[in-house]
Nanobody, 124 residues
Framework: QVQLVESGGGSAQAGGSLTLSCTASPSSSSELSLAWFRQTPGAEREGVAA????????FYHHSVRGRFSISRDYAKNTAFLQMNSLKPEDSGLYYCAIDKRFGDWDTARAYMYWGQGTQVTVSS
């Protein structure tokens, strides 16, 4: 069983920055692939970024590439999503997910464990 705790959401102006954190336990979970998803009312969860366990390969949704950066501090079992040049369309409930069992990096149902979500609101 893996537990995920997200933090760092909040409000920002367009063009601003926010950093989301996701701390996982137990420590062995740092070997697992991890992703950030976001969801808006009435829409399905959308993959924002992912980092694979082992290789450390990273993946991004085309709308955030060049603005967002996913990283991991393995010593602290924490992953980060640095979000720069924020746009109103980046608003949503952001979830951290871990332990991808199949499919592509942005296949939500492929991830075994999820955090509770943290709200990001970007105003124009």
């Amino acid at each position: 069983q893996v537990q995920l705790v997200e933090s760092g959401g909040g409000s920002a102006q367009a063009g601003g920055s926010l950093t989301l954190s996701c701390t996982a336990s137990p420590s062995s979970s740092s070997e697992l692939s991890l992703a950030w998803f976001r969801q808006t009312p009435g829409a399905e969860r959308e993959g924002v970024a992912a980092i694979y366990g082992g290789s450390g390969a990273t993946f991004y949704h085309h709308s955030v590439r060049g603005r967002f950066s996913i990283s991991r501090d393995y010593a602290k079992n924490t992953a980060f999503l640095q979000m720069n040049s924020l746009k109103p369309e980046d608003s949503g409930l952001y979830y951290c997910a871990i332990d991808k069992r199949f499919g592509d990096w942005d296949t939500a149902r492929a991830y075994m464990y999820w955090g509770q979500g943290t709200q990001v609101t970007v105003s124009s």
